[in-house]
């Protein structure tokens, strides 16, 4: 089972700041957060991840609470072909030196014109 | 870089028939992964490949699907034979070996498989 929780669906105006929440309260001190997003009939997108401090790169912020169990991927300029579903994960170690990402169904996020 | 590569895009089968898959990872990347993502789900893991071999099965259906990755490079998936419940979208993704923020998975665009 996915070891995260996400709204299914939200709205965000084009231009402005998309803030996709996610709770991951079980989450383990050596586990990572990763993002993706899947835009309709393409494979999933990797955006970012982290593991304690907020993170950013040129497409997205990750911000992680200091208890670590949520997180929040900000789009600061959301466009119209951010449309797409987004993925909170967390990355499960096993085997011993292996790593897993369990999908759950995501955000639908809708940016509106 | 080129990205992971997989073929046909789409496919249509009958119940029963066997179809395959394939997939070219990203150069270098050791490890390769096979997903099934049904309409309205998220990506859910079939197999998991460490080079040539396997890590992790457990949710393969192994009476009717079969993966290999030969000489740690490309992989074929196999459904034989296929049922109804079949019909998804099958993605391959590869990574570097993961140890602590490595590992990004990265995806290709899928093969959409319907069995009527």
């Known amino acids: 089972d996915a070891k995260t929780t996400q709204p299914p669906s939200m709205d965000c105006a084009e231009g402005r700041a998309a803030n996709l929440p996610c709770n991951h309260s079980?989450?383990?001190?050596?586990?990572?957060v990763y993002w993706y997003r899947q835009i309709h009939s393409q494979g999933p997108q990797y955006i970012i991840h982290g593991l304690k401090n907020n993170e950013t790169n040129e497409m997205a912020s990750l911000i992680i609470t200091e208890d670590r169990k949520s997180s929040t991927l900000i789009l600061p300029h959301a466009t119209l072909r951010d449309t797409a579903v987004y993925y909170c994960i967390v990355r499960v170690l096993f085997g011993g030196s292996n790593y897993k990402l369990t999908f759950g169904k995501g955000t639908l996020l809708t940016v509106n014109p | 870089e080129a990205g992971v590569a997989q073929s046909p895009r789409y496919k249509i089968i009958e119940k029963r028939q066997s179809v395959a898959f394939w997939c070219n990872p990203i150069s270098g990347h050791a490890t390769l992964y096979w997903y099934q993502q049904i309409l309205g789900q998220g990506p859910k893991l079939l197999i998991q490949?460490?080079?040539?071999?396997?890590?992790?099965d457990s949710q393969l259906p192994k009476d009717r699907f079969s993966a290999e990755r030969l000489k740690g490079v490309d992989s074929t998936l196999k459904i034989q034979p296929a049922k109804l419940e079949d019909s998804a979208v099958y993605l391959c993704a590869s990574s570097l070996a993961g140890t602590g923020g490595g590992g990004t998975q990265y995806f290709g665009p899928g093969t959409r498989l319907l069995v009527l």
């Open positions: 079980t989450i383990s001190g050596n586990e990572y």
């Open positions: 490949f460490q080079n040539n071999g396997v890590v992790d």
